[in-house]
C-alpha cells in the first residue's frame, strides 16, 4: 500500500461548508505536503508543514500534523465551488532519499 | 513568465514503438521529476534528478528511460518494453536538491493505438 493515505476517498459538500480530509503515512518524514488537481490538470502545491510543527494555516486552509500517530489533516473552510478538485497529500520520507510519495487523493465536490 | 512546460498534450503509441514526453522549465530549478499518474488514481514516481547528468530510478522505472544533458529539460522515454503505457504523465520541478513545494507541468496523455 501507499505511503500516504487519504480519507475519504471521495467528499461532496454544500458552498460554505468546511471540508476535512486525513492523510494516514507510515514511517517517518521530514515533511507533509498537500498538492490539489483540478480535472486533468497539473498539481498546485498548497502548503508544506514539517515533521517539528503541529499545525500550519494559509488563506481558507488549516493544516494539522500529529508524527505520533503518523497522521495530517486539511481543513478548508467556508467552500467555494472553485475548490471543487481533487486534494493529495505527499511525504518526504527520511529514509527514502530526495522523493516525494504521494497518497490516492480525497477527490471534492462543492455544490453551490 | 516562468513556468513547466510539457509536450505534447496528447500522445498515441503503436505496438512497439518508443515515444518521447518533453518537459522543459525556466524557474531554474535543480531537481526534476517524472511521474505517472492513472486514473482515479495517486501520482507514482518514475524517475528523478536532482542535478545535470544524474538521475536516480523511482518506484516504477521499468520501461521508461530520461536523460538530463540540461538544467532546463528533463526528457522521460517510454520504451516499447512498458506494456501498459497508458497513463496521464506529470512533470515537476523544485529548487534545491529536496522535494519540497514541487511545480508541475500541465500534463501529457499518453494512450495506446
Known amino acids: 500500500s501507499q505511503q500516504g493515505e487519504e480519507d475519504p476517498q471521495a467528499l461532496s459538500i454544500q458552498e460554505g461548508e468546511n471540508a476535512t480530509m486525513n492523510c494516514s503515512y507510515k514511517?517517518?518524514?521530514?515533511?507533509l505536503q498537500w498538492y490539489r488537481q483540478n480535472s486533468g490538470r497539473g498539481l498546485v502545491h498548497l502548503i508544506l508543514i514539517r515533521s517539528n510543527e503541529r499545525e500550519k494555516h494559509s488563506g481558507r486552509l488549516r493544516v494539522t500534523l500529529d508524527t505520533s500517530k503518523k497522521s495530517s489533516s486539511l481543513l478548508i473552510t467556508a467552500s467555494r465551488a472553485a475548490d471543487t478538485a481533487s486534494y493529495f497529500c505527499a511525504t518526504d520520507i527520511k529514509a527514502a532519499g530526495n522523493k516525494l510519495t504521494f497518497g490516492g487523493g480525497t477527490r471534492v465536490l462543492v455544490k453551490p | 513568465d516562468g513556468g513547466i512546460t510539457q509536450s505534447p498534450k496528447y500522445l498515441f503509441r503503436k505496438e512497439g514503438q518508443n515515444v518521447t514526453l518533453s518537459c522543459e522549465q525556466n524557474l531554474n530549478h535543480d531537481a526534476m521529476y517524472w511521474y505517472r499518474q492513472d486514473p482515479g488514481q495517486g501520482l507514482r514516481l518514475i524517475y528523478y534528478s536532482q542535478i545535470v547528468n544524474d538521475f536516480q530510478k523511482g518506484d516504477i522505472a521499468e520501461g521508461y528511460s530520461v536523460s538530463r544533458e540540461k538544467k532546463e529539460s528533463f526528457p522521460l522515454t517510454v520504451t516499447s518494453a512498458q506494456k501498459n503505457p497508458t497513463a496521464f504523465y506529470l512533470c515537476?520541478?523544485?529548487f534545491g536538491g529536496g522535494p519540497e513545494k514541487l511545480f508541475f507541468g500541465s500534463g501529457t496523455q499518453l494512450s495506446v493505438l
Open positions: 515537476a520541478s523544485s
Open positions: 514511517t517517518s518524514i521530514n515533511n
